[in-house]
């Protein structure tokens, strides 16, 4: 007990607060501050991801033009998952799919999946061990069709300006299930711009399509926003070490983000530097975001078996 203070949210800790008016309205939003520099805001009914980050009161995520959007504005038709696409600093993309919108088996999928856009069914938080721990269950289940159960840890280290997301799937149904993942983690300004320092330290780097291989030899180099920029692509493959950071040199600050590689073996760069759509992607995964269907051609698409689970960590620390 610290005899200085009357309350712990004097120093840290997390308070839930609620949005009135616009899109956004009521949706739940939980304020987790550290003590130490490191605030982020958690949305239960956006899968519990993380809308923003802020690091020393600098702004390091993106926020998208159509700003907070609850999920009962969501539009799974085609590419309509951008009208709502609030981006911030971790949109997770799945679990039925990930990328273009395609047809794989007979089934339609939109673009990115449903998970981002669905509530949890529960959420808490408690102080554990030099920890702020949120825990929420999210449940991507439907009549007739897949079944699966995302438990989801984010704790928030009270000593060291980092944090980690603990991901848990478990296949709840009777049939065998295609899973696609990916962390969509957007950088925005002032933490990016055209003197950002990006690292990737992987061991191989592939374009997606010839326009990002016009520009392969550019792809950790940003520029300044320009008009009519069309988004380019890279994908990374790492041997040892799942590892990827940016630094802006003119604050001083900047975050590193560290994966298993083997289990997430699938990165993505997006890189986006158009006018207002100014956003750098650094996005772990299990696939990449080319379509099922292209996933399941190329021997790449996993699935988990009835009663199956697998687990999934990110760490994300200040610099």
Same mark, same amino acid.
Request: hydrophobic share 35%; net charge negative; with cysteine.
């Given at each position: 007990?610290?005899?200085?203070?009357?309350? /712990?949210?004097?120093? $840290?800790?997390?308070?839930?607060?609620?949005?009135?008016?616009?899109?956004?309205?009521?949706?739940?939003?939980? =304020?987790?501050?550290?003590?130490?520099?490191?605030?982020?805001?958690?949305?239960?009914?956006?899968?519990?991801? *993380?809308?923003?980050?802020?690091?020393?009161? *600098?702004?390091?995520? $993106?926020?998208?033009?159509?700003? %907070?959007?609850?999920?009962?504005? $969501?539009?799974?038709?085609?590419?309509?998952?951008?009208?709502?696409?609030?981006?911030?600093?971790?949109?997770?993309?799945?679990?039925?799919?990930?990328?273009?919108?395609?047809?794989?088996?007979?089934?339609?999928?939109?673009?990115?999946?449903?998970?981002?856009?669905?509530?949890?069914?529960?959420?808490?938080?408690?102080?554990?061990?030099?920890?702020?721990?949120?825990?929420?269950?999210?449940?991507?289940?439907?009549? &007739?069709?897949?079944?699966?159960?995302?438990?989801?840890?984010?704790?928030?280290?009270?000593?060291?300006?980092? &944090?980690?997301?603990? /991901?848990?799937?478990?296949?709840?149904?009777?049939?065998?299930?295609?899973?696609?993942?990916?962390?969509?983690?957007?950088?925005? $300004?002032?933490?990016? /711009?055209?003197?950002?320092?990006?690292?990737?330290?992987?061991?191989?780097?592939?374009?997606?399509?010839?326009?990002?291989?016009?520009?392969?030899?550019?792809?950790?180099?940003?520029?300044?926003? =320009?008009?009519?920029?069309?988004?380019?692509?890279?994908?990374?493959? &790492?041997?040892? =070490?799942?590892?990827?950071?940016?630094?802006?040199?003119?604050?001083?600050?900047?975050?590193?983000?560290? &994966?298993?590689?083997?289990?997430?073996?699938?990165?993505?760069?997006?890189?986006?530097?158009?006018?207002?759509? %100014?956003?750098?992607?650094?996005?772990?995964?299990?696939?990449?975001?080319?379509?099922?269907?292209?996933?399941?051609?190329?021997?790449?698409?996993?699935?988990?078996?009835?009663?199956?689970?697998?687990?999934?960590?990110?760490?994300?620390?200040?610099?």
């Amino acid at each position: 007990m610290n005899p200085y203070i009357g309350h /712990d949210s004097q120093l $840290y800790g997390i308070e839930e607060h609620r949005l009135v008016g616009g899109k956004g309205d009521g949706m739940r939003l939980l =304020e987790v501050n550290n003590g130490k520099g490191l605030e982020l805001t958690v949305s239960p009914d956006r899968c519990a991801d *993380i809308s923003r980050l802020r690091y020393r009161g *600098i702004n390091m995520s $993106y926020f998208s033009p159509c700003g %907070y959007a609850a999920p009962a504005f $969501y539009d799974r038709t085609g590419s309509n998952w951008l009208k709502t696409f609030t981006a911030g600093f971790l949109t997770t993309c799945g679990l039925q799919a990930v990328g273009s919108p395609c047809v794989d088996e007979g089934e339609e999928l939109p673009l990115h999946g449903t998970i981002a856009n669905t509530p949890s069914d529960q959420v808490y938080w408690i102080e554990e061990d030099g920890y702020l721990v949120i825990r929420a269950v999210i449940r991507d289940e439907a009549l &007739f069709a897949r079944k699966y159960r995302l438990d989801r840890e984010i704790r928030v280290s009270l000593t060291e300006n980092e &944090f980690v997301i603990r /991901d848990v799937i478990e296949n709840t149904g009777d049939a065998v299930q295609p899973l696609e993942v990916l962390y969509h983690m957007n950088m925005g $300004y002032p933490l990016l /711009d055209e003197d950002s320092i990006v690292e990737i330290l992987s061991d191989e780097v592939a374009a997606r399509d010839e326009h990002a291989a016009e520009d392969l030899e550019n792809w950790m180099k940003m520029i300044k926003p =320009e008009a009519g920029y069309v988004e380019r692509c890279y994908y990374h493959k &790492f041997e040892k =070490e799942g590892k990827a950071s940016i630094y802006q040199p003119k604050i001083g600050q900047g975050l590193e983000i560290s &994966f298993d590689q083997e289990v997430l073996d699938c990165f993505v760069e997006w890189k986006m530097m158009g006018v207002r759509d %100014y956003v750098l992607g650094l996005e772990c995964g299990n696939c990449y975001p080319d379509g099922r269907d292209v996933m399941r051609e190329k021997g790449m698409l996993k699935f988990l078996e009835p009663g199956e689970k697998v687990k999934y960590e990110v760490t994300v620390r200040m610099l």
